[in-house]
């Protein structure tokens, strides 16, 4: 295996088990003897050693500031099946949440979708992995992770009871520094489902309630499971309460507002697609609801005119894509974060409840709560907060990794 030998006590981090290893630390690097290029091929595995020769342990080699991801520490190859036991660490946390079906230890036996791989946060830099039902959703944010896509299907199948299906979807994830070989998207797995499965009927269920998943053409890998928490506090607070989810997308909130008794319940996408699934939802669940509408829209266009026509909300949710991705985007974010909180307060009757969240990684829990507290402040309203939100457990964060620590809201109390 190629050798790479950080300078003189550059080992520090990775002995307090930081994953990642920078190219300022790297004396030099041994290629294999079999090696052809004169430099590691992005995704390869290496072997990081000190300066004296202790091997420190072994991760994927990539272009750029970051040059090694550590995937296993304190070994000098990869522990014989490393995947499968990864894998299935990750699994026991979720176990141990009680968000595995069909698991006698567990109280929720109505719950099958959930995040098994958050990157870092399960020790494995650069993968995500959802698992919807009978399929796991493989993201690969590494050349390492793509590369190593098939050991990761078959851990995914051995270890994870429900899973039958792997679909792979990088097309919008892999960095593009070096060539990639092989398909970024498509099945790794499948036990007889054909390509056009999008088109017949694919539920997951997420708290007891049915959720149609296009991973195919769906953002991400089909679904936002990292709001599974705040939608079930939308739940508890809905009753009897005319609700506004704006930024919609599948309907998540939405379903747990109706299940909660809300009186009413406006839906709102700038997207078709994303509409049409809200209205397959609604269907599924509440096949005779009559108080719930879905609306393909801008968000600022839509408040705008319900504004103009004199309209007003007991509970808002407004859960926007990232407005920052990047750090030089944070200012101009600060103020659509404040823009767009500000068009939602103004139409909270007194005494109603705001649930707004920022999934930009870039923007900080002050700087959102300082932008969506001069947005009240502008329109004139006092609010209070009452519950701060977060991702929920099945997305945990390494302290090395503050990336991995991205989706924040607030429940505000509007006077
Ligand atoms: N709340 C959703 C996830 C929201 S993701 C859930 O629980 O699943 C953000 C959504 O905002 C996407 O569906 C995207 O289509 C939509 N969106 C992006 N820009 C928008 C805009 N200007 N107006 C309305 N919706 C927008």
Redesign the pocket.
Known sequence: MTTVILKPHKEESLKRYHPWVFSGAIARVVLDAKHKGDAPAEGELVCVRSAANEALGVGHWQIGSIAVRILAFGVEELPKNFWTERIRAAYQVREALGLIQNNPNTPNTLNNTFRLVHGEGDWLPGLIVDVYADTAVVQAHSVGMHVSRNEIAQALIDVVQQVKNVYYKSDDTLPFKAPIEGEKTGWLRNTGISESRDTEEFWSVENGLSFRIDWLRG?KTG??VD?REN?ALVERYAKGKDVLNM????G??SLYALRGGAKSVDS????QK?IDLVNINVAKNFPDATNHTAVA????DYLSQQKAAGRTFDLIIL???AFAKHRDAVKNALRGYQRINAKAIEMIRPGGLLFTFSCSQAVDKEAFRLAVFSAAAQVGRKVRILHQLHQPQDHPINIYHPEGEYLKGLVLYVE
């Open positions: 953002q679904f936002f709001q939608r930024f919609c997308y599948t998540g909130f709102v996408d700038v997207s994303a829209a801008d968000a600022f859960d926007p894509p």
